[in-house]
């Protein structure tokens, strides 16, 4: 709750149609396809916005946000809801509260869905972070997988070079090495012909 109330979220949601009818419902005009549900919320609560001062066309706007609202919530599974969709609901009641109307009841019911959306989105994280972690873990066994296997092919080389340094110290690769001084810049062919 504490992060949502920190939020400076503003968000758009299309509260109605361009072409939908306006109608009466009560003292308050509202469009056609809302009118069932500022219906159904006088009948549980009454007139919501009976306590805000709002002059009567700046009142339409903010019913209509209400009523927009609360058909998004009625539509939206928890599964469904992201983080902006939740953000607005939040949002938009803060500012119906703010100029007046009673939403209390509605932001109760947004606590109870946010409490099970956010554990759905730490469930996802959870999930999500195992998957690119367990991905990384795999990536890396590889590689030191092959770097195991590069680092003792090394190795042997290395002993393999020693080993060779130190037969340097017998006679025969002495002469060896004194020959190679002495004729590397030849021909192999030198004097066959």
Known sequence: MENLDSSRHFSYLTLWE??????????NKITQTLAPILQDLCAKYGDISAESTLRHPVKTYYTIMLCGTVQSMCNTRIVDISQDLILTWWSNLKALQFVGFEVQHIFDRLKKVARPYFGLRVKEEVENGAAKVNKKIIKLSTDIEELTCKLEALKRKNEGIKSLESSKKSRLIEDCLEEAETLKWWHAGAGVL
């Open 18 to 27: 361009r072409n939908d009818e306006v109608v009466d419902v009560g003292d």
